[in-house]
């Protein structure tokens, strides 16, 4: 029996759903029993449940569709598209998985299962295999009326048109407005761009990513080994994979992994573990400190005055390789900035840090002017602040090339080092 749904979650939930708020409504979700959740989905009908959980993280709404029954979460899955669908099946157990593909229809279990064998991280992992297909040898009215059957299946917007050959080679691709303005009895062959640009399953998505955004397109196809078109990338996938690429980024420069699911939907134990990792090299890294400051212990012993500018020295390092860092890996992920241009990026950064160190410099000394401590003093930490900005300037400067070059990260070792 149908429990009955209190009309103030249907209308909170209508208004998260038009405002794409998926944090309210997770909150809204979260608290209700499994047979409620359940009883709610089948009264709103499985296209409005699939609109919901579309908008949650994928890691989200895996959860969510663990409190259904499979065949419930099955018809859920049902109305998502293929690749959105991948993205939540993806976050389930290899066990809870095969229960939920068991329910669905084999057609779409078989589109999801297709997309699951690649890697999430790649071209293929982020495509649909929900795209428009023609042949050179149809004429244009062929090849709108078939467009006309399969767009009533397929969700994704008709803007490119592929051309395979018999072996689903990609050959081409024609766009909409050509295809809809030629006369009808015009063969596709005539009318086809020859020159595509096209993705390889393999390829890093935020590689595919760059390359959508740098050519102005809606969509690029994706091909196998053997050049045959199995699938596209569209711009708003493809938007979301920079806004997460740019999310880990600025994660690791913290000198913390990134998290794969919702901030307040980690446990303790996750954040933990995504920390203290780092932690424990910096703490490694700090004790080093200590050595070199008893190594001049008395020196600072005849001259305590020093002793007050140390944590200031420290945190002007810091900050100057945090900021030289920051611009660069940023430079770095936008294909700006390549190991071969070292040279130039040192001296930029060299000249930059001369101007930033005597700036500092005289910040320096006129502070410790103001502690009394004389002249001679203040010129030493002024020179040290110097020296120490230029330093930090040219370790930020090399050391994610370097990272790059060796393969590592450099988000994810360069700021903490």
Request: glycine share 6%.
């Amino acid at each position: 029996m149908i429990e009955r749904i209190d009309p103030d979650v249907r209308s909170r939930l209508d208004d998260a759903l038009a405002r794409r708020d998926a944090r309210e409504i997770e909150d809204l979700l979260r608290d209700l029993r499994p047979e409620s959740l359940e009883s709610l989905f089948r009264t709103l009908g499985d296209e409005y449940a699939a609109d919901v959980v579309a908008e949650l993280d994928p890691a989200v709404a895996a959860d969510l569709l663990l409190r259904l029954s499979s065949p419930a979460a099955a018809d859920v899955l049902q109305e998502l598209p293929p690749d959105e669908a991948t993205d939540v099946v993806g976050e389930l157990s290899a066990a809870n998985r095969d229960l939920v593909l068991a329910e669905m229809e084999p057609e779409e279990a078989e589109d999801v299962r297709e997309l699951l064998a690649y890697e999430p991280d790649t071209a293929g992992g982020r495509m649909t295999n929900q795209f428009h297909a023609i042949r050179e040898s149809q004429t244009a009215g062929e090849a709108l009326e078939q467009l006309r059957r399969e767009g009533e299946e397929q969700g994704e917007i008709v803007s490119y048109v592929y051309v395979t050959d018999l072996q689903e080679h990609l050959v081409g691709v024609v766009r909409l407005h050509d295809l809809v303005t030629s006369p009808l009895d015009r063969r596709i062959g005539e009318i086809t761009r020859r020159e595509v640009v096209r993705l390889r399953t393999t390829d890093d998505q935020e590689s595919a990513a760059r390359l959508l955004r740098d050519r102005g397109l809606l969509a690029l196809p994706v091909v196998d080994q053997a050049d045959r078109l199995v699938g596209i990338v569209t711009a708003d996938d493809m938007a979301t994979v920079l806004e997460e690429e740019a999310s880990e980024d600025i994660e690791r420069l913290g000198g913390s992994q990134p998290l794969e699911e919702p901030y307040l939907s980690a446990s303790i134990w996750h954040l933990f573990r995504k920390r203290i990792v780092w932690l424990l090299v910096l703490f490694v890294a700090s004790a080093y400190t200590g050595n070199v400051l008893q190594a001049y212990e008395d020196e600072l012993i005849r001259v305590v005055a020093l002793t007050f500018f140390i944590p200031l020295l420290i945190g002007t390092g810091g900050n100057t390789g945090s900021q030289t860092v920051s611009m660069l890996v940023r430079a770095m992920a936008l294909g700006e900035v390549r190991l071969r241009d070292i040279g130039r990026v040192v001296a930029r950064e060299m000249t930059v840090a001369l101007l930033l160190g005597a700036t500092v410099a005289a910040a320096t000394y006129g502070r410790a002017w103001t502690l009394g401590v004389g002249q001679e003093l203040g010129l030493v930490v002024a020179l040290t602040a110097v020296a120490v900005v230029l330093w930090a300037a040219l370790v930020a400067a090399v050391l994610p090339l370097v990272l790059q070059r060796l393969r590592i990260d450099p988000a994810v070792a360069s700021a903490p080092f």
